[in-house]
């Protein structure tokens, strides 16, 4: 579903747009025997995105509201003003889950510190099933705190000869959501009836807001990085660029 709405104001266009959608893939077998095929999301599904773009003529100089002075100097300095936003609000990607483990219950963390060292998606309370038939606590979850109770446990790891049980990627597990802000102030003066010079800055990621919003977290259940993203190993491949600033002037006729 996309949905849009423009409107035109005195010296304002305004556009806000919002996008619905849901992205499947079914590729291979999650069980050859039993012909289970692997159903899930793709890897780029991103059920809702939000933008709105605006263009203003600031309402100062000639024939404007605000700081309309006839003075020929004064005229110039206030009028032509221009600024235009851009920003976009999109649902993160959906979480890889691992292979060979089985999804016992919602291992989902609230209230993540997508600003710490290490941003934890997944409780990493990990039991592991012995070719004995046996179940024990990985020692890394003993270590977060997971206790001995195997009921209360959100993952377990099957033995080596059991199929895959659960699909490619989580509908509910997503990675970290898209907050951008880009923005420019121009000015432009008019020199002559056929020309003028024009300013401009412009600013992407204007609130230097940092997002890794391809990197996937660690999903090898034998680690005691299982379910989380160490800051320091993401690449610049998988974040965004800081805060980018550049001005420019441009000569029209």
Same mark, same amino acid.
């Given at each position: 579903m996309q949905v849009s709405y423009q409107a035109r104001f005195r010296g304002l266009n305004l556009l806000a747009t919002y996008a619905l959608s849901k992205h499947l893939e079914q590729s291979g077998f999650l069980d050859v025997q039993r012909r289970i095929k692997q159903r899930s999301l793709y890897f780029t599904d991103g059920p809702h995105r939000f933008t709105v773009a605006n263009v203003w003529e600031l309402p100062f100089g000639k024939g404007r509201k605000l700081l309309n002075s006839s003075h020929g100097f004064w005229s110039r300095v206030f009028s032509g003003?221009? #600024?235009?936003?851009?920003? #976009? *609000? $999109?649902?993160g990607r959906p979480t890889n889950l691992p292979g060979g483990v089985r999804y *016992?219950?919602?291992?989902r963390i609230k209230d993540m510190d997508w600003s710490g060292h290490r941003v934890r998606f997944l409780r990493p309370c990990v039991a592991r099933q012995n070719e004995d038939g046996t179940i024990v606590p990985q020692a890394f979850s003993l270590a977060y705190g997971c206790g001995t109770d195997i009921s209360t446990y959100n993952f377990l790891? *099957? #033995? $080596?000869?059991a199929p895959r049980e659960t699909p490619s990627r989580s509908n509910n597990i997503r990675l970290h959501p898209q907050v951008n802000v880009d923005l420019s102030v121009s000015k432009t003066t008019r020199v002559t009836e056929t020309t003028s010079i024009q300013f401009r800055a412009e600013a992407f990621n204007a609130t230097n807001t940092n997002w890794f919003g391809i990197q996937q977290p660690n999903t090898d259940a034998n680690s005691a990085d299982f379910g989380g993203i160490i800051r320091r190993s993401v690449s610049a491949w998988n974040a965004n660029f800081p805060r980018h600033v550049q001005f420019a002037v441009k000569f029209l006729w």
């Open positions: 003003w221009q #600024t235009t936003q851009f920003i #976009t *609000l $999109q649902s *016992l219950q919602d291992a790891v *099957l #033995t $080596q000869y």
